[in-house]
């Protein structure tokens, strides 16, 4: 296993691993965790092109945390494996979704967040916010956002707001002109918010949750979601409701007053 590459045989995989596979040609990896017996450990979702998804699982309102067979998981594509305490340097020349500054907790720890989030699952799936590489990554470091709602630490999804930011706040007028200039510009700012914003990173807004409470506040994030729509959605009805009394009421009166008229036209008559 090279510097650029984390591709190993499926007897170097071990209990507790973060593992990973590319699909669609490279263009995306899914993360999972690796719990033995030829059995993998993953957030999934529906079909398709996803941003937000809801569960149909049996046990909750989440999106389903299933154990499938590593050739489920793999879908004819070859084996990663994630590397954890990186330097900075490997950070940034390896490919994004493949390596963390963060250290990696004992396989125990690992297992127990796995069957865990299994059982209960690991909330709402959303592209930028929870996806599988932010669960395998919660469930090897217990680490998850300052919000603590579990999510949003996926190198994949940091990687490309740092370029899309770089490239956004670059002040193009007091560049240089030569394009060389621009780029390394860009690249710089890049390189700077990855790191910046990277699990393990002393900058970062981060935090050591237990499983147990990353549950019951994934829980309650989403009953005051759902709480707030529903106050939302009764205000609108009641605002509604109001007005179209008040419309009622306007036209009543209205039509006594036309009636008054008529009978006092009719009395001078």
């Known amino acids: 296993m090279g510097l650029m590459s984390s591709k190993i045989g499926r007897e170097e995989v071990k209990p507790g691993d973060h593992i990973y596979t590319w699909r669609s040609g490279y263009t995306y990896s899914h993360h999972g965790i ?86 209960h699952g690991f909330g709402n799936y959303h592209l930028f916010g929870k996806n599988c590489e932010d669960f395998a990554l919660y469930c090897k470091t217990g680490i998850v956002k300052g919000d603590k709602t579990g999510g949003g630490i996926s190198g994949q999804i940091k990687s490309l707001v740092a370029a899309l930011s770089a490239v956004i706040i670059v002040p193009y007028q007091f560049m240089p002109a030569s394009l060389i200039g621009v780029a390394l510009v860009v690249c710089g700012l890049h390189c700077y918010s990855r790191l910046a914003c990277e699990v393990g990173s002393e900058s970062s807004d981060r935090d050591v949750v237990a499983v147990e409470e990353l549950v019951h506040l994934s829980g309650a994030h989403n009953a005051i979601t759902e709480n707030m729509n529903t106050m939302e959605n009764s205000a609108h009805n009641a605002i509604t409701e109001n007005m179209n009394t008040m419309e009622n009421k306007t036209t009543r009166y209205a039509l006594h007053d036309n009636r008054f008229i008529i009978l006092v036209l009719d009395t001078r008559d």
Do not use: M, W
Not at 43 to 60: A, N
Not at 64 to 77: A, K, Q, R, T, Y
């Open 34 to 119: 690796y719990v033995g017996d030829g059995r993998v450990i993953h957030l999934t979702r529906g079909p398709g092109f996803i941003v937000s998804s809801y569960s149909r699982s049996q046990s909750s309102n989440d999106d389903p945390v299933v154990c499938c067979n590593i050739e489920d998981f793999l879908c004819d594509g070859h084996l990663y494996r994630f590397n954890y305490y990186a330097s900075g340097v490997v950070l940034l020349i390896k490919r994004a979704g493949t390596c963390s500054l963060a250290s990696s907790n004992p396989p125990e720890q690992v297992l127990h967040r796995a069957y865990y989030l299994l059982e």
